[in-house]
């Protein structure tokens, strides 16, 4: 059973930043799509940034241009960049993982969204105070 930590959760204050980290246990890790995603209590989980098995990236309009994603093929990590942080970046951020059996020819963005996701992590939480 594949397992996805992620570590590098806080508080901070908005303007902010913080930078999340995941650890998978997957076998052919590089092989696989991986994503954030985060969610608030009463809202569905949203995607936040992918980067797939090409080293092509995603993001949601929201994070555009203060967020940053990037994975360590060597290392079987992936990591998130979180700058100029808002109230609304709040929440609790998890990593995820799309199997390479859901690989056609092209990812999609997100790597499918919540419906393309294979593996999930437990999560940590992300408070940013105004």
């Known amino acids: 059973q594949a397992q996805l930590e992620e570590r590098g959760g806080g508080s901070v204050e908005v303007g902010g930043s913080l930078r999340l980290s995941c650890a998978p246990s997957?076998?052919?890790?590089?092989?696989?799509?991986m994503a954030w995603f985060r969610q608030v209590p009463g809202q569905e989980r949203e995607g936040v940034g992918s980067?797939?098995?090409?080293?092509?990236?995603s993001y949601s309009d929201s994070v555009k241009g203060r967020f940053t994603i990037w994975r360590d093929n060597a290392r079987s990590n992936m990591y998130l960049r979180m700058n100029n942080l808002k109230p609304e970046d709040s929440g609790m951020y998890y990593c995820?993982?799309?199997?390479?059996?859901?690989?056609?020819?092209?990812?999609?963005?997100?790597?499918?969204?919540?419906?393309?996701?294979?593996?999930w992590g437990k999560g940590t939480l992300v408070n940013i105070s105004s």
């Open positions: 995820a993982a799309a199997s390479p059996l859901r690989y056609h020819g092209n990812w999609l963005p997100l790597c499918g969204g919540t419906d393309g996701v294979d593996y």
């Open positions: 980067i797939d098995s090409a080293g092509s990236i």
């Open positions: 997957l076998y052919s890790y590089g092989t696989y799509c």
